[in-house]
């Protein structure tokens, strides 16, 4: 006589797909070096600056927009000089006992320890940000957000190593909105619009935006003008009434008053004073999306309380 019995098997979520166990954006006003115990990969992408190391493989000394893979390692060095800023993310891309073992891409053998992004950068900064905004929330759906940003940048190293001119897959209704509003450029901003372009009342827009990306479309869209207003500021010799118009400030006393209000600053201190140009540039940080010069680390019990059940049945004779 057949009967049927059934087995359950629980797979933690630890045990597929790749783990990030840290993450976080760094920037340093000063020359410093770090010297880490590396039991993960990391994965950085610098910014601005330059960071050097001293790895198993050899010195390695890697500029904005270079993409880092270091390898786990027992003695790991870094440097950074004046106003170096970088993404980093401490990936276990494999379970025990395979965690220290190294991908290999059919285009280049094992990730490369650098890799130089080019026009992709832009790209890639966005998937680390989205690893840093969602690795410390709690809950499944934030856990496989975090698998998929670290899976779309080894797809765009991929290509990137390939020469692939390809551009990544699109981004989101909502993710395309975001860019836009954070854009410096591109006509003027008008939420009523976007909301009607989304499909979605105004109200409903302004709740989901925040809710997603952690601030106001007014505040993303204030800040990134303030960010640019910033850079330009410090790296160029433009007046300061060309860049305000540029930026859709009201004159040279439309910029000035938005500075006092969310710096604390003037575009003359910004100017002139280094020190406080690098200041400004940490406010900017930590009213974004995440802390900066932090460990942005998962809930401590997500990994435990988060399964997938996998449900076999089987017949017997």
């Given at each position: 006589?057949?009967?049927?019995?059934?087995?359950?098997?629980?797979?933690?979520?630890?045990?597929?797909?790749?783990?990030?166990?840290?993450?976080?954006?760094?920037q340093?006003?000063k020359?410093?070096?770090?010297?880490?115990?590396?039991?993960?990969?990391?994965?950085?992408?610098?910014?601005?600056?330059?960071?050097?190391?001293?790895?198993?493989?050899?010195?390695v000394?890697?500029?904005?927009?270079?993409?880092?893979?270091?390898r786990?390692?027992?003695?790991?060095?870094?440097?950074?000089?004046?106003?170096?800023?970088?993404?980093?993310a401490?990936?276990?891309?494999?379970?025990?006992?395979?965690?220290l073992?190294?991908?290999?891409?059919?285009?280049?053998?094992?990730?490369?320890?650098?890799?130089?992004?080019?026009?992709?950068?832009?790209?890639?900064?966005?998937?680390?940000?989205?690893?840093?905004?969602?690795?410390?929330?709690?809950?499944?759906?934030?856990?496989?957000?975090?698998?998929?940003?670290?899976?779309?940048?080894?797809?765009?190293?991929?290509?990137?190593?390939?020469?692939?001119?390809?551009?990544?897959?699109?981004?989101?209704?909502?993710e395309?909105?975001?860019?836009?509003?954070?854009?410096?450029?591109?006509?003027?901003?008008?939420?009523?619009?976007?909301?009607?372009?989304?499909?979605?009342?105004?109200?409903h827009?302004?709740?989901?935006?925040?809710?997603?990306?952690?601030?106001?479309?007014?505040?993303?869209?204030?800040?990134?003008?303030?960010?640019?207003?910033?850079?330009?500021?410090?790296?160029?010799?433009?007046?300061?009434?060309?860049?305000?118009?540029?930026?859709?400030?009201?004159?040279?006393?439309?910029?000035?008053?938005?500075?006092?209000?969310?710096?604390?600053?003037?575009?003359?201190?910004?100017?002139?004073?280094?020190?406080?140009?690098?200041?400004?540039?940490?406010?900017?940080?930590?009213?974004?999306?995440?802390?900066?010069?932090?460990?942005?680390?998962?809930p401590?019990?997500?990994?435990?309380?988060f399964?997938?059940?996998?449900?076999?049945?089987?017949?017997?004779?």
């Open positions: 006589m057949a009967r049927k019995k059934t087995a359950n098997s629980i797979v933690g979520l630890s045990q597929f797909g790749p783990q990030v166990l840290n993450a976080g954006f760094f340093f006003e020359a410093m070096e770090f010297r880490y115990e590396l039991k993960l990969h990391h994965l950085i992408l610098v910014e601005r600056g330059q960071l050097d190391a001293s790895t198993p493989s050899g010195p000394c890697a500029k904005a927009g270079d993409l880092l893979c270091f786990p390692s027992l003695d790991m060095v870094y440097r950074v000089t004046p106003e170096t800023a970088f993404y980093q401490s990936v276990q891309f494999l379970p025990p006992p395979n965690h073992l190294t991908p290999e891409l059919p285009e280049a053998g094992l990730i490369p320890i650098q890799t130089p992004t080019g026009e992709a950068v832009g790209h890639f900064r966005g998937l680390f940000e989205s690893i840093c905004v969602e690795l410390p929330q709690a809950g499944s759906p934030h856990h496989f957000r975090v698998q998929v940003s670290v899976f779309k940048i080894l797809a765009l190293l991929a290509e990137t190593l390939a020469g692939s001119s390809r551009p990544p897959l699109p981004l989101d209704a909502w395309r909105i975001h860019l836009r509003v954070a854009s410096i450029e591109g006509g003027g901003f008008s939420p009523a619009r976007l909301a009607q372009e989304l499909g979605v009342s105004e109200r827009f302004q709740r989901v935006f925040k809710q997603r990306f952690g601030m106001s479309p007014g505040t993303c869209r204030m800040r990134a003008r303030l960010g640019e207003a910033v850079r330009r500021l410090r790296e160029t010799d433009e007046p300061v009434k060309s860049i305000s118009y540029s930026l859709g400030f009201d004159g040279a006393k439309g910029l000035t008053f938005a500075m006092k209000k969310h710096l604390g600053l003037t575009a003359s201190q910004l100017r002139f004073d280094p020190e406080t140009g690098s200041k400004s540039l940490a406010i900017l940080a930590s009213h974004g999306l995440f802390p900066g010069n932090t460990h942005i680390l998962p401590t019990d997500r990994l435990d309380l399964w997938a059940r996998v449900t076999v049945s089987e017949r017997e004779m």
